[in-house]
């Protein structure tokens, strides 16, 4: 297991759900988190259905954030 600098709630385990970042001890990823919250539930509705800490929903949308902020999108115009 390695924990991730910074965040008290998410690590990444070797052989658990690809090497994505899970909740600390479960199998639940920050992708799961999202597509729950991308799916209408509010951050309550994700933290009681998989059993995990208000704070690690929090957490996670902090990940993805920090995540995406590092990705560059390059726009190509289209010609016809």
Excluded: C, Q
Excluded at 34 to 50: D, F, K, M, Q, R
């Amino acid at each position: 297991m390695v924990l991730l600098p910074g965040y008290k709630w998410l690590e990444v385990t070797p052989g658990r759900r690809g090497g994505r970042p899970t909740v600390k001890g479960t199998h639940v990823t920050v992708d799961d988190i999202l597509e729950a919250l991308a799916n209408g539930w509010s951050v309550e509705e994700v933290s009681e259905n998989h059993k995990i800490p208000l704070e690690a929903v929090y957490e996670a949308l902090r990940f993805a954030l920090e995540t995406l902020r590092k990705v560059e999108v390059v726009a190509v115009e289209a010609t016809s």
